[in-house]
């Protein structure tokens, strides 16, 4: 194996193969927007260790990971994943674990202000996506992960309002004007009901700050799950996005509202469509009492998918995630690694 993946550096700049997953976490507080995250990273690791299991709570299930094992040697491709309205550094945990076992350095964030039991309309909608860019100031310029780091191959990878942040950094742009109109002609909108029943003026919001780019240079590759605010979007600024970037576009928002969907799929992107998602399905797999527990805040509809599948639906983003970096070459697994 090894002699397979020194002859595939003299064609890529590194070869993945199935690691175990170390995991560990971190506070820092950004210096611009002093905002205290908190990051759980994922990683590969030779440790021979046995993993164990996290982050399980009454609503979903965590994931295996070895706590505070050691980084392997070599370069990695960063990802960033961040998550939707009211998620968490674990949401997207069964999707990073995977891409940690494939050879990526893999760091999430909870975003104050968006995340779980702290989830606010009235909070700039743009924090989550500055969060990440000044994440990759501390991340690359760490003594502990940051010569670890391929630079030429970081990217983010970002679920409902945390898709909107990844399209955001590879140069999507909105706008006020946009938001309104979409608000007032489309009301019934998930993302939109979640601002108009949070009693948000958007009328009010600052325009130059919508309106500027996010875009971050540093950022090579992004792929969106199922992102919200597609409709807002300035489609000049979504043709320009010159880097890698695929959406995966659920084919409904929950089961109750069929056919209704947050209009991914009308985005003029490289995408592919999971018709029997979802849009919750990108959340990990939920425990049996989870719909019982959540009834009682009307939001049984989180866990409708059944279990097996939900598993299912993971298992194609996982291949299509792979598929897009593998193309990409962000990182090449070798048929001898599976």
Same mark, same amino acid.
Request: aromatic fraction near 8%.
């Given at each position: 194996?090894?002699?397979?993946?020194?002859?595939?550096t003299?064609?890529?700049s590194?070869?993945?193969?199935?690691?175990?997953?170390?995991?560990?976490?971190? &506070? @820092?507080?950004?210096?611009?927007?002093? =905002?205290?995250? %908190? +990051?759980?990273?994922?990683?590969p690791t030779? /440790?021979g260790?046995?993993?164990?299991?996290?982050?399980?709570?009454?609503?979903?299930?965590?994931?295996?990971?070895?706590?505070?094992?050691?980084?392997?040697?070599?370069?990695?491709?960063?990802?960033i994943l961040?998550?939707?309205?009211?998620?968490?550094?674990?949401?997207l945990?069964?999707l990073?674990?995977?891409l940690?076992?494939?050879?990526?350095?893999?760091?999430?964030?909870?975003?104050?202000?968006?995340?779980?039991g702290?989830s606010?309309? &009235? @909070?700039?909608?743009?924090?989550?996506? =500055?969060?990440? %860019? +000044?994440m990759?100031?501390a991340?690359?310029? /760490?003594?502990?992960?940051?010569s670890?780091?391929?630079?030429?191959?970081?990217?983010?990878?970002g679920?409902?309002?945390?898709?909107?942040s990844?399209?955001?950094?590879?140069?999507?742009?909105?706008?006020?004007?946009?938001?309104?109109?979409?608000?007032?002609?489309?009301?019934?909108?998930?993302?939109?009901?979640?601002?108009?029943?949070?009693?948000?003026?958007?009328q009010q919001?600052?325009?130059?700050?919508?309106?500027?780019s996010?875009r971050?240079q540093?950022?090579?590759f992004?792929?969106?799950?199922?992102?919200?605010?597609?409709?807002v979007?300035?489609?000049?600024s979504?043709?320009?996005?010159?880097?890698?970037?695929?959406?995966?576009?659920?084919?409904?928002?929950?089961?109750?509202?069929?056919?209704?969907?947050?209009?991914?799929?009308?985005?003029?992107?490289p995408?592919?469509?999971?018709?029997?998602a979802?849009?919750?399905?990108?959340?990990?797999?939920?425990?049996?009492?989870?719909?019982?527990?959540?009834?009682?805040?009307?939001e049984?509809?989180?866990?409708?998918?059944?279990?097996?599948?939900?598993?299912?639906?993971?298992?194609?983003?996982?291949?299509?995630?792979?598929n897009?970096?593998?193309?990409?070459?962000i990182i090449?697994?070798?048929?001898?690694?599976?």
């Open positions: 194996m090894r002699i397979i993946c020194l002859l595939f003299l064609l890529f590194h070869c993945s193969w199935s690691y175990s997953v170390g995991n560990q976490t971190q &506070t @820092i507080t950004t210096a611009d927007l002093q =905002r205290n995250l %908190s +990051l759980r990273w994922f990683y030779e /440790s260790a046995l993993p164990t299991p996290q982050a399980a709570n009454a609503v979903f299930q965590g994931f295996s990971a070895i706590p505070a094992a050691s980084l392997a040697a070599g370069k990695f491709p960063l990802v961040t998550h939707g309205s009211g998620g968490n550094n674990t949401s945990a069964w990073a674990t995977q940690a076992a494939r050879g990526m350095i893999v760091v999430a964030a909870s975003h104050p202000g968006s995340t779980t702290d606010r309309p &009235t @909070i700039d909608i743009t924090l989550q996506t =500055r969060d990440i %860019s +000044l990759l100031n991340i690359l310029g /760490s003594k502990q992960w940051g670890a780091i391929d630079a030429q191959r970081v990217g983010v990878i679920h409902s309002k945390g898709g909107y990844a399209l955001a950094l590879a140069g999507g742009r909105i706008t006020r004007q946009r938001f309104v109109d979409y608000c007032r002609t489309m009301p019934q909108m998930p993302d939109c009901q979640f601002y108009v029943q949070g009693k948000l003026n958007l919001l600052d325009v130059a700050r919508l309106a500027a996010y971050d540093r950022v090579k992004v792929i969106a799950l199922d992102p919200g605010m597609a409709y979007f300035t489609p000049p979504l043709a320009s996005i010159d880097i890698p970037v695929l959406v995966l576009a659920a084919g409904y928002y929950i089961h109750a509202a069929k056919p209704l969907n947050l209009g991914s799929d009308t985005l003029r992107l995408q592919q469509k999971l018709t029997d979802g849009h919750f399905d990108f959340l990990p797999l939920c425990q049996p009492q989870a719909a019982h527990i959540l009834a009682e805040d009307g049984a509809f989180i866990c409708d998918t059944a279990t097996s599948q939900r598993t299912a639906i993971h298992q194609q983003v996982i291949a299509a995630v792979e897009f970096l593998q193309h990409n070459r090449v697994i070798s048929d001898a690694s599976r």
